[in-house]
């Protein structure tokens, strides 16, 4: 049996702070409201022209370092975003350039905030199996784009950022299972109903949402998610020594972790500071736990994350 491993992990945020006071004098809204409901004080805000591929880019390089990896080790990239450079090429195809990448595949995976889960789930079927040798696996978003500045009840939740990580292949996991969902039917409680048609904008271009159907939805299939994971591996929540969920809401993560049986402290949390970076969240908090020492080589880790499609998943990892 062969396994996929992550050998390196690396995070970006842009340089930029927008702080909940900075949104109290733009819109009607308190830090005191944000916080209490969110977890949230502040988030990052990439600069004008700064794009989801150079945030990509930044992290990459740093999982590369960890990892000791070249551009020329590398032969899988998978990046996670929904909020992509251009329409195409995708922003792995851009991402593979900048970096120097010369072979491989390069393809975007599109599941909102559930997006590094799945792609760390489809990178790690290609390297287990043998078809790759070398992956980089990356979240990046640039959701402030997304946001319309003057609506409070979403602007204040999102920020930007990066995340990525190396897998190789290994005889030991590693990335010892995924476990991926979605449920169309209800995609509308979260989208963005809008396009480019014919050259025309047609439909809604900002994030629209019903916050309390997010978050009936967000606890109920983190559950179910995390109930399958344990299931699956025989284990019981009290076995992971960290819980790296998505950061959409303090509160939705710690009934997460309750309902694991996982005290607070060994939960990872950024919300605090970087806000909802969607796809970026899950690496991102992994970057921290790794490089404060947090996580330890043997460390049971599982991720977990839910988003637009709806979609959830998780994946649980021997560090
Ligand atoms: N500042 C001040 N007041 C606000 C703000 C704000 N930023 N936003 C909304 N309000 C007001 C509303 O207008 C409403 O006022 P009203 O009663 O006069 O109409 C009041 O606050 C209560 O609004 P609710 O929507 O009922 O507030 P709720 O307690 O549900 O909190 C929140 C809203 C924080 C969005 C919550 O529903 C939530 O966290 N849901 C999960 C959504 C989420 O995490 N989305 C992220 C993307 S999805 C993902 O990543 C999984």
Known sequence: MSYSRIVGVGS??????????????????????????????????AAQGEQTSDLALQ?????????????????LIVVATTTPDIVFPSSACILQRKLGVK?????????????????????????????????????????????????RRTCVLFGDGAGAVVLKPSETPGILSTHLHAEGDQGDILTVPGTVHGGEQQGHPFVQMDGQAV???????????????????????????????????????????????MPPERVVTTLEHQGNTSAASVPLALDLAVRDGRIQPGHLVMLEAVGGGMTWGSALLRW
Not at 13 to 35: C, G, K, Y
Not at 59 to 75: C, F, H, N, P, R
Not at 217 to 237: P, S, W, Y
Request: with cysteine.
């Open 12 to 45: 970006y945020l842009p340089a930029r702070v927008v702080t909940n006071q900075d949104l109290e004098s733009r819109i009607e809204t308190s830090d005191e409201w944000i916080f209490q409901r969110t977890g949230i004080r502040s988030r990052r805000v």
């Open 59 to 75: 992290a990459s390089l740093k999982a590369m370092e960890m990892a000791g990896v070249t551009a020329a080790d590398i032969d």
């Open 103 to 151: 072979r491989g595949a390069a393809f975007d995976v599109q599941a909102v905030c559930t997006g590094f889960v799945y792609a760390l789930a489809v990178a790690d079927k290609f390297v287990a199996s043998g078809q790759n040798k070398c992956a980089l696996v990356v979240g990046a978003e640039v959701f402030s784009r997304l946001l319309d500045w003057n609506d």
């Open 215 to 261: 978050f009936r939805f967000a606890v109920r299939a983190l559950d179910q998610v995390c109930r399958e994971t344990l299931e699956h591996n025989g284990i019981k929540g009290s076995d992971i020594d960290w819980l790296v969920p998505h950061q959409a809401n303090i509160r939705i993560i710690l009934a997460t972790a309750q309902k694991l049986g």
